[in-house]
């Protein structure tokens, strides 16, 4: 099974900062096949980005995905008041699929 | 537009089996990957299973024993039973389509009590 640990745990930041968080994997993802996923209370999740760096259907261009093998981030280039939310990475590269414990992003 | 909507029963007696149903509108359930996820409340996101082309499944070790992933190609639905179930499994259940969860259900709270 492939452990994904997310950091930090909180991001504490204000409206126009930057949002940098962390995805590390126990061993290797494959073909890159890391996703993350947004979550706001109350609802269902989100695709944010897949295939470690493509951004999904409708998703705004300051969100942005790095990284390979073990190492992987999601970055927000300025954030805005909606995206503060959870963040889950999710490897589907082997089974059992396995998604990060999230990362809360709150307004400092 | 592609929907996913999960529907059964909100409350399950411990022991009972867990039945739900996720109907799919705007796509068939002939392609792609469907997935059943879980999060027990105020917890993370937990992958149960998914079946793909209708037929061959994949379960998580920690479930398999329990877990059923099926799908009905003339309702356009996939289902999902979970036997035995306790209070542990508590939670919001969650469809999706594809293997990366390009599309999620609303989700589903069940609660485990008596």
């Known amino acids: 099974e492939i452990v994904l640990t997310q950091s930090p745990g909180t991001l504490s930041l204000s409206p126009g900062e930057r949002a940098t968080l962390s995805c590390r994997a126990s061993?290797?993802?494959?073909?890159?096949?890391l996703a993350w996923h947004q979550q706001k209370p109350g609802q269902a999740p989100r695709l944010l980005i897949y295939g470690a760096s493509t951004r999904a259907s409708g998703i705004p261009d300051r969100f942005s995905g790095s990284g390979s093998g073990t190492d992987f981030t999601l970055t927000i280039s300025r954030l805005e008041p909606e995206d503060f939310a959870v963040y889950y990475c999710h490897q589907y590269s082997s089974s059992p699929r396995t998604f990060g414990q999230g990362t809360k992003v709150e307004i400092k | 537009q592609v929907q996913l909507q999960e529907s059964g029963p909100g409350l399950v007696k411990p022991s009972e089996t867990l039945s739900l149903t996720c109907t799919v509108s705007?796509?068939?359930?002939?392609?792609?990957?469907w997935s059943w996820i879980r999060q027990p409340p105020g917890k993370g996101l937990e992958w149960i299973g998914y079946i793909y082309y209708t037929a061959s499944t994949n379960y998580n070790p920690l479930l398999q024993s329990r877990v059923t992933i099926s799908a009905d190609t003339s309702k356009n639905q996939f289902s999902l039973k979970l036997s035995s179930v306790t209070a542990a499994d508590t939670a919001v259940y969650y469809c999706?389509?594809?293997?990366?969860?390009?599309?999620w259900g609303q989700g589903i709270l069940v609660t485990v009590s008596s």
């Open positions: 061993r290797s993802v494959n073909s890159n096949y």
């Open positions: 705007g796509d068939s359930i002939g392609s792609y990957y």
């Open positions: 999706a389509r594809g293997d990366y969860y390009h599309l």
